[in-house]
């Protein structure tokens, strides 16, 4: 009997020494420290090269008709690289009111500039379709112009943006000569710009639609020169906010 006994107190004395050992293990967790985990540094302004060449190419849209020389979108597109980066930027336009996409390749070919842009911009087309030219025209000829384009900006692809062609229907002087046959305008327009945007596409080439932004010229007065035709200064700068991520993004690279 007394040895049943010795043996219950052993167990239960067993028992509460394990209790006691359970409870301090967890009373008294093991503290950890979390990593520390700093955020990725990012510079919205990464530096582009100190010197950069930029060749505007196009029609009255690049030359501006009817705006100040500084109020054109190449110029402003410029100066807002300027701001942004401290960089020497330098611009040659070749662009003349009422070319078309044959004018354009015919300055090209006779100008023959070197082929050492850092940054090439091509608006072209809107004249095809005001001149009534054959589509097929603009099918042959805008590849050619996007091609001539990538040479002169030394062979990179990426360094290329193409720019939609303004709708001018949505203009004072459009609405008076187009009258009801506004809409057409606008149709014919959208082909222009479709197959220019496929074509880049394509090809991995820059596509900058600004085409709403015009649309919005009988509603938005500002929106237009003071010829009632072409885009204001205002436009132009709506025109250059779209394109500066593209631009940013070629140079960076």
Same mark, same amino acid.
């Given at each position: 009997?007394?040895?049943?006994? =010795?043996? %219950?107190? *052993?167990?239960?004395?067993?028992?509460?020494? /394990?209790?006691?050992?359970?409870?301090?293990? $967890?009373? !008294?967790?093991?503290?950890?420290?979390?990593?520390?985990?700093?955020?990725?540094?990012?510079?919205?302004?990464?530096?582009?090269?100190?010197?950069?060449?930029?060749?505007?190419?196009?029609?009255?849209?690049?030359?501006?008709?009817?705006?100040?020389?500084?109020?054109?979108?190449?110029?402003?597109?410029?100066?807002?690289?300027?701001?942004?980066?401290?960089?020497?930027?330098?611009? =040659?336009? %070749?662009? *003349?009111?009422?070319?078309?996409?044959?004018? /354009?390749?015919?300055?090209?070919?006779?100008? $023959?500039? !070197?082929?050492?842009?850092?940054?090439?911009?091509?608006?072209?087309?809107?004249?095809?379709?005001?001149?009534?030219?054959?589509?097929?025209?603009?099918?042959?000829?805008?590849?050619?112009?996007?091609?001539?384009?990538?040479?002169?900006?030394?062979?990179?692809?990426?360094?290329?943006?193409?720019?939609?062609?303004?709708?001018?229907?949505?203009?004072?002087?459009?609405?008076?000569?187009?009258?009801?046959?506004?809409?057409?305008?606008?149709?014919?327009?959208?082909?222009?710009?479709?197959?220019?945007?496929?074509?880049?596409?394509?090809?991995?080439?820059?596509?900058?639609?600004?085409?709403?932004?015009?649309?919005?010229?009988?509603?938005?007065?500002?929106?237009?020169?003071?010829?009632?035709?072409?885009?204001?200064?205002?436009?132009?700068?709506?025109?250059?906010?779209?394109?500066?991520?593209?631009?940013?993004?070629?140079?960076?690279?």
């Amino acid at each position: 009997m007394k040895l049943q006994f =010795k043996q %219950i107190v *052993t167990f239960l004395f067993c028992v509460f020494l /394990l209790s006691c050992s359970a409870e301090e293990s $967890n009373s !008294d967790p093991v503290a950890t420290t979390p990593p520390v985990v700093n955020p990725p540094v990012t510079n919205p302004n990464t530096p582009i090269a100190s010197s950069i060449n930029y060749l505007a190419l196009g029609d009255s849209y690049t030359i501006g008709q009817s705006v100040c020389e500084t109020c054109r979108f190449p110029e402003q597109l410029k100066q807002s690289l300027l701001n942004m980066y401290a960089s020497t930027i330098s611009l =040659k336009i %070749i662009a *003349t009111t009422g070319w078309t996409t044959s004018n /354009l390749l015919s300055a090209i070919n006779t100008q $023959n500039p !070197d082929s050492n842009y850092d940054l090439v911009t091509l608006l072209i087309g809107v004249n095809n379709q005001y001149q009534h030219r054959n589509f097929s025209v603009y099918e042959k000829e805008f590849p050619e112009l996007v091609n001539k384009a990538i040479k002169l900006a030394k062979g990179d692809a990426k360094n290329v943006v193409v720019i939609s062609i303004p709708d001018y229907a949505y203009t004072p002087y459009g609405k008076s000569v187009a009258g009801d046959q506004s809409a057409m305008i606008s149709t014919e327009i959208d082909q222009y710009n479709s197959f220019a945007e496929k074509y880049c596409s394509n090809n991995n080439i820059v596509f900058v639609n600004i085409t709403d932004i015009t649309r919005q010229g009988l509603s938005n007065p500002n929106l237009v020169a003071s010829d009632g035709l072409h885009p204001s200064q205002i436009a132009y700068k709506m025109f250059v906010d779209r394109m500066m991520p593209k631009v940013k993004s070629a140079l960076q690279d």
